[in-house]
Each structure stands twice: as C-alpha cells, then as structure tokens.
C-alpha cells in the first residue's frame, strides 16, 4: 500500500513539474517585453534576471 502511495506522489510531482515547465513556455514565448525570454524560453531566465539587476557579468575590474 505504501508503496503504490509513494508511485503516485512521484507521479504527481513529475506532472506538477511538467505542468510548471509547460505554464513558464507558453508565458515565455507569448509576452513581448523582454525578446531574450521570447527567443530562448525558460533558457532565458539567466540573462534576463542579470539585465534586470543591472549587474553585467561584462563589466569585470580586471577587463
């Protein structure tokens, strides 16, 4: 019994995660205010965070 209870919460948070995934695409590729999410969806969030901050990994002191 336990077991079976345990294969479905993993089969549940696989879904949940697949759903988030899912939701974050579409949302990325259907907003038109940062191109950098819309051209390279959920790859995006790195660039466009560190564009948001102002902090450019460009500007380094030793450059």
């Not at 345990?6 to 948070?13: I, P």
């Not at 949940?16 to 995006?44: C, I, W």
Request: aromatic letters at 16%; hydrophobic letters at 45%.
């Amino acid at each position: 019994m336990l077991n079976m209870i345990l294969v479905s919460l993993g089969v549940l948070l696989a879904f949940s995660f697949v759903g988030a995934l899912a939701y974050f695409y579409v949302q990325d590729v259907t907003q038109e205010k940062h191109a950098v999410l819309r051209n390279f969806p959920l790859v995006g969030y790195p660039q466009s965070y560190t564009g948001m901050t102002g902090d450019c990994r460009y500007d380094l002191p030793w450059d």
